[in-house]
């Protein structure tokens, strides 16, 4: 079955423009987390959706949000950009059985790739 | 907040040969899991194995297993066997049982030399 699949792939952007990033969860997948990975700083949580709703945020500022739909693609969105914001961007989306006490593995997508001049 | 510890940043191992890292974790909570995941050159992360805090059977995946020691607050995974394809970044990742968040840690690069 088709994987986690996020687009685009690469990005470049200009300082104080917004930008928009997608991610197609495995069929059946009703979790979508949100991750960033920077050189510095690492992997970090930014947030996770379940049926449409934001049900944990990691500790970064408003100007990142996300969104989930009803077929649960998920999109995240970051306004302002900063040259800080360049990072890889990963999307896992979860089977998710409606409960954290359970193995369920989270699946990765490819990232995409923001770069900001 | 758990904090997860990878303190190799890099390790590199003759092929056929044996690999450990390292992975220590901090939290109070009595149930939880964790995770070790690869990500090669092409960016995608993959789950290599995971662990229910709660089994003390260590978990094994072919060429991959890992040594938990709960008490120790430990998880090490073990590359059998290396191959030239485990070349990777691997990170070691902690999950609340009551939570959705995975918090990593900061990465052990790999690198299997011929």
């Known amino acids: 079955k088709a994987g986690v699949t996020q687009t685009p792939r690469y990005l470049i952007k200009t300082r104080g423009q917004q930008v928009t990033l997608s991610c197609s969860p495995i069929?059946?997948?009703?979790?979508v987390s949100w991750y960033q990975q920077t050189p510095g700083q690492g992997l970090q949580f930014l947030f996770e959706y379940f049926s449409e709703t934001q049900r944990n945020k990691g500790n970064f500022p408003g100007r990142f949000s996300g969104r989930q739909f009803s077929n649960s693609r998920s999109e995240m969105n970051v306004s302002t950009l900063e040259l800080g914001d360049s990072a890889l961007y990963l999307c896992?989306?979860?089977?998710?059985?409606?409960?954290?006490?359970?193995?369920?593995?989270?699946?990765f997508g490819s990232g995409t790739r923001l770069t900001v001049v | 907040a758990q904090t997860v510890t990878q303190s190799q940043p890099e390790m590199s191992v003759q092929e056929a040969e044996t690999v450990t890292l390292s992975c220590t974790y901090d939290t109070s909570e009595n149930n939880y899991y964790l995770f070790w995941y690869k990500q090669p050159p092409s960016r995608q992360m993959i789950l290599v194995i995971r662990?229910?805090?709660?089994?003390?059977q260590n978990a094994t995946e072919n060429r991959f297993s890992v040594n938990f020691q709960k008490a120790a607050k430990s998880f090490s995974l073990k590359i059998s066997d290396s191959q030239l394809g485990d070349t990777a970044m691997y990170f070691c990742?902690?999950?609340?049982?009551?939570?959705?968040?995975?918090?990593f840690g900061a990465g052990t690069t790999v690198t299997v030399r011929a």
């Open positions: 896992a989306s979860s089977l998710d059985r409606g409960r954290p006490s359970s193995l369920d593995g989270y699946t």
């Open positions: 662990q229910e805090a709660y089994k003390q």
């Open positions: 069929s059946g997948h009703r979790s």
């Open positions: 990742a902690f999950r609340s049982s009551n939570d959705y968040k995975l918090s």
